[in-house]
């Protein structure tokens, strides 16, 4: 079991940056591999990014890659999200997601069953 609390969304110019943090509580963060997952309005929850259980792997969108990193601090229970050069068109809620399952994967990986309660990320033009 694991509770997730994120944080760091707001709004922000194209061009702008944010950086997404997702706390965890319980015992067993540094055991899953963890991912972001976002939703814009009128569409499909999508996968964003995902990690490994020590950060030796990360994986990204096609949409993404190249722009944002993921990261995590296990000392902290913590998962980052860094989104640079943003764009409209990544306006969204950001979900965390604990316990992804083969993030190595991008044919099928899916997701964990623990999820944060989202933050809204807007890019203006």
């Known amino acids: 079991q694991v509770q997730l609390i994120e944080s760091g969304g707001g709004l922000v110019q194209a061009g702008g940056s944010l950086r997404l943090s997702c706390a965890a509580s319980?015992?067993?963060?540094?055991?899953?591999?963890m991912g972001w997952f976002r939703q814009a309005p009128g569409k499909e929850r999508e996968f964003v990014a995902c990690?490994?259980?020590?950060?030796?792997?990360?994986n990204y969108a096609g949409s993404v890659k190249g722009r944002f990193t993921i990261t995590r601090d296990n000392a902290k229970n913590t998962l980052y999200l860094q989104m640079n050069s943003l764009k409209p068109e990544d306006t969204a809620v950001y979900y965390c997601?604990?316990?992804?399952?083969?993030?190595?994967?991008?044919?099928?990986?899916?997701?964990?069953?623990?999820w944060g309660q989202g933050t809204q990320v807007t890019v203006s033009t």
């Open positions: 319980g015992r067993s963060f540094s055991s899953y591999e």
């Open positions: 990690i490994t259980w020590n950060g030796g792997t990360t």
């Open positions: 997601n604990a316990d992804v399952r083969r993030c190595w994967s991008s044919s099928s990986r899916t997701a964990g069953d623990y």
